[in-house]
């Protein structure tokens, strides 16, 4: 014929099948559940219907193989895969995951190329059919050319059964006249969806080849180890009855053994006096060339699924009549020894192992020669041994005390999906490892509902106010405790207030003993931390006290976890993170060794029950905020009594600390109901009553009620977090040393600015869903009273009452008036705002910044 | 299925065969003969409104396939609205959705048939 012309009818030929295919794959869509399982069932029950016809014909067809076994694998592939497929859910809503808000929903892929091969021709069919149909798939046949009349066969009888109980017409189709060019034409179909080719190395090379979704599952070269803990009977007893099941034809039979030393005699005493024979080296040398062509350097097709009887035969060597297996005793794997190859006969390798990692090794040489990701199997009763096999070996199918062949095909042995495709992984320039099935054959769609994370409240779990709780706590609740050894840690103010002796005093009373350590300055450094860590596993108390203000207290907490946990370095603790319950460091509780009780004696940081420590790094000039609920404190002592002797300017100060906390936290992205009333109450206390504070110290009504607000805003933002307000404070304190809280203020009306205006950058949070910083701040000027008609007027009287609030408080309007040099904080602006993008503060804030943004802001702050 | 044939409201000289139920093999022996008439009754052009339509078969596309050949045969312009997305998609997927015409709606359909 003319090669042309042929060529032409071929890619007609092609066309019609899978514009049929194609066609029934669109209808098939519209199908429901209950309408896919009454076709799979109808399909399945007339294929095992037919397992002795379909036997019978493909014994005869193909001369491989062995009757009663192919009705076996007929029956597996149609009852075992229905009863593995039936109760799957593979139409419309799959799964429904309401705790994920994840909802999987299945779409059919359309056309599926089915490749099928000589060996199992029929089981292979009508193992392909039913996982198509039960996925809604079309399915085109191209079976092997030496098995096609039985393959169509098996391909007639399922869909004549499947179309009887209403499927669409043309949803199996199979291939008249087989031909390389037929092949191709159709693994290159734009109608194709995917192959799913069973076969040899070369066809699955050329389906992936194709350009199309594929999964093409190749040859094995399976390894048996035999270990000197094996039951001996029953592994020779697995191994024969799958090397000699349908005469060696499924994959993943064993194609070698290997034994280990110790039991080797009982092992072929065994062998032999079960049918097995071992060859002599001089027959050896003759039957290789005939399993293995020389010239194709593969097993021939003359011995594919023969018997040994036949097969001895054939290499005019006598066997003992009731031989049913062929040992070939080999030294060495590869090239040099064919036999060491891939032979689908009773035919097997032989070796012999010194021990288990010999073993081993031999079993990847074999596995590596020619059968990569296939399987491998062992007989052992040491779950040692089997393990370091298991992580060894590179074998999808691991197969443990059981025949290999119908191990690895699923179901009848263990509980892998029964399948007659078995991926290799890409150890086999395959996809999967899997035994496919019908997850296979499906497009997964994933319906994502938004999430909303978990939100917390979390705060000491006692804190103790009003006037004189300090004393009252250390006559009478300290001896609940139980404590023994207490260190204190405090500033030096506090050692001249006496405040540290009045403690130590209590502590004696209560049986504790106490040392102090009092070389804490203005925010605390890695250096004051190391040094106090030292002296906390010097003394190891068992109860650490914080007294003073900030900085004593975050010194303490980074203290307390370095006592507590050596193992982490500074740099892991200040590795900034996106969100705190999925950080990589995580922390373990603290309390192992110490619990912490925080006294402040300003009103500011809150840090007494907050789950954040600031550390300067005093060479590098940056401030870490170090973040994690482990370091709260257990107990926070808020005694008013303590602040009286606050110098004016640390008052004003630490007080604008507070109403940043409270500001950021009640415009955070995180914010919640269970922060925003103690957000507010510390704002309207500190407008109120920290001007009275500053102006006049021994007004205790003021300094009690703006110890209050420190701690009530403290409690709001470790829950809700800060913004770029405290980001921009950190660095410009630590580059100009300005304390912190007026760091704080010189920040603030530019950040309430840039805030309240609409975001360059939307922060990617799925709890806030819409930007609200405006309206929040507006809400904030309502609870001051002041003229809130618009939402911009809200945002500009708030501002203007931040301005009166600074001056009242003689803190200067601007960096600039505060005598900040100009050229150096040209020079500094943009390694400011870059440091401050990175601090850990930004998280939260309600417009994500970008570094320009913060350059503005502190431009603008500089006046 | 039941068909029912009546004059566009845009355009009376078009008509509209509305259709409803199921297209399939128990209903496409009927239906085919239903449909000729009616392509026969609309010289000018003839609309089939699928809203109510529940399922198509593999019989039913292919009969759709005829009615749409003749039609091209006789020189009669057919058009075809309102389809289901399950239908619409299962068209696209069959690669049909420009052979039947498809339309969002009436106005369209008859725009696109007797502009
Ligand atoms: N952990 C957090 O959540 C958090 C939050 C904001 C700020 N901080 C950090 O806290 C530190 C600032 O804390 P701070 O503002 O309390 O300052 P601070 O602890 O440094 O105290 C300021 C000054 O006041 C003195 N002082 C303290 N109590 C006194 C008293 N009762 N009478 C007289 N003088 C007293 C101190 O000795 C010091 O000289 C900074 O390092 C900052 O980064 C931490
Ligand atoms: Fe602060």
């Known amino acids: 014929m003319d090669p042309k012309k042929s060529d032409t009818n071929v890619k007609a030929a092609a066309d019609v099948l899978m514009a049929q295919a194609n066609e029934a794959a669109a209808i098939f869509t519209q199908y429901d559940q209950e309408q896919v399982d009454k076709i799979v069932a109808a399909a399945a029950k007339a294929g095992a219907a037919q397992r002795l016809e379909l036997a019978h014909l493909a014994v005869e067809e193909t001369g491989m193989g062995i009757f009663e076994d192919k009705v076996i694998k007929n029956l597996f592939a149609t009852e075992y895969i229905y009863n593995d497929i039936r109760d799957i859910k593979t139409v419309g809503l799959i799964h429904d995951c309401p705790a994920t808000g994840l909802m999987e929903y299945a779409e059919p892929l359309g056309v599926v190329l089915g490749i099928t091969p000589i060996t199992n021709p029929t089981s292979t069919v009508m193992f392909k059919s039913l996982i198509a149909l039960k996925t809604r798939n079309a399915i085109v046949f191209c079976a092997s050319r030496n098995a096609l009349k039985c393959s169509n066969e098996a391909a007639r009888i399922i869909y004549e059964a499947a179309v009887a109980a209403g499927a669409p017409d043309y949803v199996i189709r199979w291939v008249e006249e087989p031909s390389r060019e037929m092949t191709q034409a159709l693994m290159t179909h734009p109608n194709v969806a995917l192959i799913l080719a069973t076969g040899g190395t070369g066809l699955v090379q050329a389906a992936y080849g194709s350009g199309k979704p594929a999964i093409g ?97 054939l290499a005019g060597i006598k066997v003992p009549p009731q031989t049913r297996l062929l040992l070939a005793r080999l030294a060495d794997v590869g090239e040099t020894v064919p036999l060491s190859r891939e032979k689908l006969c009773p035919l097997l390798g032989y070796y012999v192992a010194a021990n288990l990692d010999e073993a081993i090794n031999i079993c990847t040489n074999l596995t590596h020669f020619g059968g990569l990701g296939h399987s491998v199997s062992i007989f052992s009763r040491d779950q040692q041994a089997i393990d370091k ?475 | 299925m039941t068909v029912a044939l009546s004059a566009s409201t845009v355009n009376p000289r078009i008509n509209i065969l509305a259709l409803s139920g199921r297209l399939s093999v128990e209903t496409e022996g009927q239906i085919q003969p239903q449909l000729m008439e009616a392509i026969k009754q609309s010289p000018h052009g003839l609309v089939f409104d699928l809203e109510a339509v529940a399922f198509v078969s593999s019989a039913g596309l292919r009969m759709l396939i005829v009615v749409y050949k003749s039609a091209a045969t006789s020189g009669t312009k057919l058009a075809m609205i309102r389809p289901p997305p399950e239908i619409y998609k299962l068209f696209k997927l069959a690669a049909l959705d420009l052979t039947f015409n498809v339309f969002e709606n009436e106005a369209e359909a008859v725009k696109a048939i007797c502009p």
């Open chain 1, 217 to 313: 599952v190749g040859p094995g070269n399976v390894p048996v180890y035999i270990d000197k803990s094996a039951d001996i009977p029953m592994a020779v007893n697995d191994i024969l009855l799958s090397k000699t099941f349908d005469n060696g034809m499924i994959c993943a039979s064993e194609q070698a053994i290997v034994v280990h030393r110790d039991i080797r005699q009982a092992v072929e005493d065994r062998l032999v006096s079960q049918g097995a024979y071992f060859l002599k080296p001089s027959e050896v040398a003759v039957i290789q060339d005939i399993v293995i062509d020389p010239a194709k350097q593969s097993m021939s097709s003359k011995v594919v699924g023969k018997s040994a009887q036949y097969i001895a035969e």
């Open chain 1, 389 to 863: 096999f298991s992580r060894t070996l590179n074998a999808g199918r691991i197969l443990v005390n059981s025949p290999s062949a119908l191990g690895g095909i699923g179901d009848i042995y263990n509980r892998l999906h029964p399948s007659l495709t078995l991926g290799c992984g890409t150890g086999g320039c395959n996809i999967t490892t899997d035994n496919v099935t019908v997850t296979h054959l499906l497009n997964i769609k994933r319906v994502s509902k938004r999430m909303v994370n978990m939100k917390w409240f979390r705060v000491p779990s006692k804190i103790y106010f009003e006037p004189g709780c300090l004393d009252v706590f250390f006559t009478h609740e300290i001896k609940d405790l139980g404590a023994k050894r207490a260190l204190i840690v405090c500033s030096g103010s506090a050692v001249r207030e006496g405040t540290t002796d009045r403690v130590a005093a209590y502590l004696k009373a209560a049986g504790i003993q106490s040392s102090v350590f009092s070389d804490v300055k203005s925010d605390p450094t890695v250096e004051t931390i190391t040094a106090g860590v030292a002296v906390l596993n010097k003394e190891k108390p068992d109860l650490i006290i914080a007294l003073g203000g900030g900085s004593p207290i975050d010194a303490a907490k980074a203290m307390w976890l370095m006592y507590e946990h050596p193992e982490f370095s500074f740099d892991d603790l200040r590795l900034r993170f996106m969100d705190i319950r999925k950080r990589i460091v995580k922390l373990p509780p603290l309390g192992q060794k110490a619990r912490f009780i925080a006294i402040p004696t300003t009103s500011g940081t809150g840090s007494e029950v907050t789950a954040f420590t600031v550390v300067t790094d005093s060479k590098a000039g940056k401030k870490y905020p170090i973040a994690d609920y482990a370091i709260t404190p257990d107990i926070a002592i808020i005694d008013p009594n303590l602040v009286l002797t606050v110098p004016p300017t640390v008052t004003a100060d630490t007080g604008l600390d507070v109403l940043s906390h409270a500001m950021e936290s009640y415009v955070s992205t995180v914010a919640s109901d269970y922060t925003d009333p103690l957000a507010l109450r510390a704002i309207q206390l500190v407008f109120e009553y920290l001007p009275q504070a500053f102006l006049n110290g021994g007004n205790a009504l003021a300094r009690e009620k703006m110890h209050n607000a420190s701690t009530i805003a403290g409690m709001a933002f470790t829950n809700a977090f800060l913004g770029i307000n405290h980001c921009l404070a950190h660095i410009l304190g630590a580059t100009f040393h300005i304390p912190h809280g007026r760091a704080n203020a010189f920040v603030m009306i530019p950040v309430i600015r840039y805030n309240a205006a609409l975001p360059h950058k939307f922060p990617p949070s799925p709890n806030y869903p819409s930007p609200k910083a405006k309206d929040r701040y507006a809400e904030i000027a309502a609870v001051l009273k002041l003229d809130t008609s618009t939402p911009e007027k809200g945002v500009e009287n708030l501002v203007r009452a931040m301005a009166e609030l600074k001056k009242t408080l003689g803190v200067p309007a601007s960096l600039r008036a505060a005598g900040v040099p100009e050229a150096d904080f040209k020079a500094k602006l943009r390694f400011m705002a870059e440091v401050a993008f990175d601090d850990q503060c930004a998280g939260a804030n309600p417009s994500y910044p970008l570094v320009d943004d913060l350059i503005k802001v502190l431009e603008e702050a500089y006046g």
